[in-house]
């Protein structure tokens, strides 16, 4: 049989010719053995011959077009079995030669990305040719808004192979507001070889046998294909979808922002400083006006049985000093007067302060100490009144202010009852032994009228 070749999706055909030489009626069986067998037929399969008589047979040749047959030389056997002597079995052979053909199978994925300024894409390549091919990638657009790379830029398959690469996509700038823009490009995957072989051939050859040999004619059929850079397979068409960093609803809050400052310092802010002057005005002339400073003693005794308290008197600082304050209204004089009180933990103290003969004090402030931390309760009275009961381990200084003076006259007290639960660590970092709260109480201490 002569060499023949085939291209994958087209048909050949070569003959084979049998001849009996023997002295009794034969009858042949034709079997095609080897690689090229699942697509290749003898027609006919089954010969009877008479003695000194030949008959051609053809051999027919369909490969498909598929990566599972590869290209190049495969070789071709046809056995001829006689029936009444099979030990005269003979197996000719000859070699086809299966050509190439280049197709890529490639995908995309996503076709469509979206981001503020870079973007990812993954190519999926498949060799779906017969033969070795080294892909290459390649990205662009019209424009050159884009920079676009692959990786790796190109890659070996054979056939039935598969292969990914990845593509980055980056906006040559950023899209501060407005809508998105699309920016649209191309993906190929092509040969990176820059030429290809082109076989054209026709063999045949006619030949003859003994009686237990065989003869072949045959005729090959044209091999296909195409010369230089190819891209095997369509571009893909993509689109990078650039979002802007600032999107309209942003703006307009924005906006809404800016509008609302420019109200508040063109019409609100300039509203609200008068009102409050207005009211500081109306409280300095409510005010009585400053008069001499009294002496002001607190009670003899200010401590009970479990504590210690020492009281000054309004009029007089915790030092000793004045108590005169640019603050006196008319009427009276603003002073203050502090109770120190220390008590052991489980036990009840008191201290006192008490408003001296003939006098009457407006009181509006008082500040609570609790410097140490400690637990416990304690509770604050003007006169026959409970001002407040707080719990000592919710504060270390506590101030309260009154617009409207609180008033008590003379012999009445301002009184501060400590229950200590547990003795708080001061700054020094050691538990103190005792509790040891301060109340300071200031305000207007006038003549009694």
Known sequence: MPRVSVVPGGTATTSLTVRNDGDIVEAYRLEVVGDCAPWTTVEPERVSLYPGTSETVTIRLAPPRSSRVRAGDVPLAVRVLPTERPEAVRVPETVVHVGEFRELRAELVPRRRRGWLRGRYRLAVRNEGNARVRVAFAAGQQGEELRLAFQP?????????????????????????????????????????????????????????????????????????????????????????????????????????????????????????????????????QRPAPTAAPSARPSGDSTRPGGSGATTAPGTGGDGGTGTRPGATGGGQQGSATIDLETAGGRTATGTYTVPAGKAFGITDIVVANFQGDEGVMTIGFGDRKITTIALETFRNQDYHWVTPIRITESQTVTVQVTCAKPGTPATGRRAEKCHEVLNVSGVLSDLR
């Open 153 to 285: 830029t190109a890659q070996d398959l054979e056939p039935g192979e598969s292969a990914e690469a990845g593509l980055r996509v980056r906006a040559g700038g950023p899209v501060w507001f407005g809508t998105p823009t699309t920016w649209p490009f191309t993906v190929t995957a092509g040969d990176a070889r820059d030429t290809r072989d082109t076989r054209d051939g026709r063999d045949g050859a006619d030949g003859t046998g003994g009686a237990d040999g065989a003869g072949a004619t045959g005729e090959a059929a044209e091999a296909a294909g195409t010369a230089g850079h190819e891209p095997v397979h369509p571009p893909l068409e993509a689109e990078f979808v650039q979002l802007p960093l600032l999107p309209r609803w942003l703006l307009a809050l924005l906006a809404l922002l800016v509008a609302l400052l420019v109200a508040w310092f063109a019409l609100v802010r300039p509203a609200v400083r008068s009102t409050a002057k207005e009211a500081a005005d109306e409280v300095v002339q």
